[in-house]
Structure formats: C-alpha cells, structure tokens
C-alpha cells in the first residue's frame, strides 16, 4: 500500500511537554498539508508544503507549533509546551498537481 | 475567506432508501474546486470526487452522484439505493484553484447513519 501513513497512530502527553508526528506522503506528490480535526468538526488547515518550501502557515497556529519538509519527502509536525487545547486529530494529506488531497490515518494527540 | 456549510448535522434512513447530503459554499476566487469526504467510524478521510467550478456537468458513479449548482452555490451529493456501509460522517469542502493556495475549506459534516 503506498498511501499516506503518519507515526504515531496515538499519543498521549503531559501538559508542557513537547512532542513531534511524522507524515510520509504517497510518493509522486509533491504537495503536504496538515490539519486538525477536533470532535464534530471538519478539519482545519494547519500548514502546507510545495517540496521542501512551506507555502503558507495558518494564522491560527501558535508559535508552539511548528512544521518542516527538510528534503521535500517526510514532514514531521513539532507541537512545544502541549496544552490540553491541543489535543485533537492530526491529519496530513498530501497531493499531485491535480490538487486531489489524500489522507492519512491521522494522529489522536491527547494532553493530559 | 471562503465557507462551506452543511447544514445537516444528522441524516438517519432506511436502508435502500435515497438521501441527498447539502452542501452550500461561498468564496470570491472565481476558479475553485469543490470536494467530497467521506469518513467513516475508523476514522480515516477516502476522497470522493473533486469538481472543477468551470465544469457544472452533474458526475454519477455507482450509486453516487453529484449534483453542481454555481447560480446557488451548492455541491449537493445524492446516494441511491443507500447501504449500511454508506453509514458515515460525509464533508463537503471548497479551494481555491490557484497555486500556492489549495488548502480545503471544510464544513462540518453531516453524520449519515443507515438503518438496517
């Protein structure tokens, strides 16, 4: 299966502490999103790659997040001092040209 | 700044039963691109069907079809002959069709549940 798959599946941290997910993205694409889905929400963009270059940042996020694409394959998502407000669904999506995003599995972040 | 509502939040039906899931969108780009998600209990997003906003052709595929409105705005999604496996939380969503600005818009989901 080559489909987007993000690590971990789960997490579960104290408040203040740091924690990092990675996101593999199908192959061929050269576009990587992040958003945060809460319960009985649609997801919310977070930020989004072209290659390795982080296009655009949402003006909701906090500076305690932050995001790379180092070789414009992977991206791991850095979230510092967790809050309990930050405990949501992490989803990447990636995409080719045609702006068909597809996702992955998600990453359940629960702060304690 | 772009909005997708779905007024809907819950859909319950008998199986075999049509139902039809609303959705109503407004942005200012004048090329977009409209979506549908589904996601079911396990929780993970399946891409539906991507329209382009220059292409109002309605789209069938299996027993799924859609149904493109520009004049009102809406991308409304109609299931035929539904199954218990369609029982899912479906989400509509909306980007704009230039580069660099593609993030999805989503709206809140209607949670759809079959009834055996």
């Known amino acids: 299966d080559t489909g987007v798959s993000q690590d971990p599946r789960h997490k579960i941290t104290k408040r203040g502490q740091n924690v990092t997910f990675r996101c593999d993205p199908i192959?061929?694409?050269?576009?990587l999103y992040w958003y945060r889905q809460t319960l009985g929400q649609g997801p919310e963009f977070l930020t989004y790659?072209?290659?390795?270059?982080?296009?655009?940042k949402s003006r909701l996020l906090s500076d305690r997040f932050s995001a790379e694409r180092p070789k414009g394959s992977f991206s791991t998502l850095e979230i510092q001092r967790t809050e309990q407000g930050d405990s949501a669904m992490y989803l990447c999506a990636s995409s080719g040209l045609a702006n068909e995003q597809f996702f992955g599995p998600g990453t359940r972040l629960t702060v304690l | 700044a772009q909005k997708v509502t779905q007024a809907q939040t819950e859909i319950s039906v008998v199986e075999k039963e049509d139902v039809t899931l609303d959705c109503v969108y407004e942005?200012?780009?004048?090329?977009?691109?409209l979506f549908w998600y589904k996601q079911p209990p396990s929780g993970e997003l399946v891409f539906l069907i991507r329209?382009?906003?220059?292409?109002?052709q309605n789209e069938i595929s299996g027993r799924y079809s859609w149904n493109f409105q520009k004049s009102t705005s809406s991308f409304n999604f109609t299931i035929t002959a539904s199954q218990v496996v369609d029982s899912a939380v479906y989400f509509c969503a909306l980007s704009a069709a230039n580069f660099g600005n593609e993030k999805l818009t989503f709206g809140t989901g209607t949670r759809l549940t079959i009834i055996p």
């Open positions: 942005t200012r780009d004048t090329t977009y691109y």
């Open positions: 192959s061929e694409h050269n576009r």
């Open positions: 329209r382009n906003s220059f292409d109002e």
């Open positions: 790659f072209q290659n390795e270059a982080q296009l655009e």
